[in-house]
């Protein structure tokens, strides 16, 4: 049987379910919304800069990076994208998702997701793409470089090993000072790890169906 499959959120937009970790990839509330939400508005969005480095832990079935992209697209401003996961979805489940339908991006999405992994992709003239298929705690990450962090690993239950805080001190190196990481997680070990390593740690008002989301600033 195949470890994946597409399930409906409740604001209409698809996540994927997976069998192996009884997980899903979104909030089952809404993962557009969650998305919007938490990496956009409270993530990049903040970044005051026209050229912007972000980095993703957990770029799934590419929700994220599409609706980094149309940001990057709307504000006119340049994106580096860097993105890591350690599975790739196959290209039947990719397909029957419906992001592209409910932003109207159909082509942009189909960009996205076909290009190629472990290779620098300059998308448009805006947004360069480099999905790498390599854990995050085996990265070789940029000193003081990123301008915001999208942590968007599976939670705690499922990976406890994502969770661990040497994995947070990398991110806080990698970070440029004033860099943000924004998370859906607003779990009380991980508030208190980010504090130890140095992070200005804010809760705040998470998406549909979640009290709490997490912005870590480096201070």
């Known amino acids: 049987m195949e470890d ?23 909030s089952y509330h809404g993962a557009l919304n969650e998305a919007q939400h938490v990496f956009i508005n409270n993530g990049i ?6 050229q912007i480095n972000v980095l993703e832990v957990g770029y799934g079935a590419g929700l994220n990076t599409l609706l980094t992209f ?8 340049l994106v580096n994208y860097e993105a890591y996961d350690t599975v790739i979805l196959p290209s039947n489940i990719l397909d029957a998702l419906n992001y592209a339908e409910l932003v109207d991006a159909k082509a942009e999405f189909k ?30 990450l940029k000193q003081s470089y990123f301008d915001v962090v999208y942590y968007d690993a599976f939670g705690p239950r499922a990976q406890n090993e994502m969770w661990d ?12 000072t004033n860099g943000c990481l924004v998370t859906y997680c607003a779990m009380g070990q991980l508030k208190r790890d980010l504090k130890s390593i140095g992070f200005h740690v804010v809760s705040l008002p998470g998406p549909p169906g979640k009290r709490e989301m997490t912005k870590a600033i480096k201070i």
């Open 4 to 26: 994946f499959k597409v399930i409906k959120t409740a604001d209409g937009s698809h996540s994927v379910y997976v069998d192996s970790l009884d997980e899903h990839y979104h």
């Open 45 to 50: 969005d903040t970044v005051s800069d026209k």
């Open 70 to 77: 149309l940001y990057a697209k709307e504000n006119e401003c």
């Open 111 to 140: 960009t996205i997701t076909n290009s190629s992994w472990n290779i620098m992709c300059q998308i448009t003239p805006f947004f360069s793409l480099n999905k790498l298929n390599e854990k995050i705690q085996d990265a070789n």
């Open 165 to 176: 805080k040497a994995i947070f001190q990398k991110l806080y190196d990698s970070l440029k």
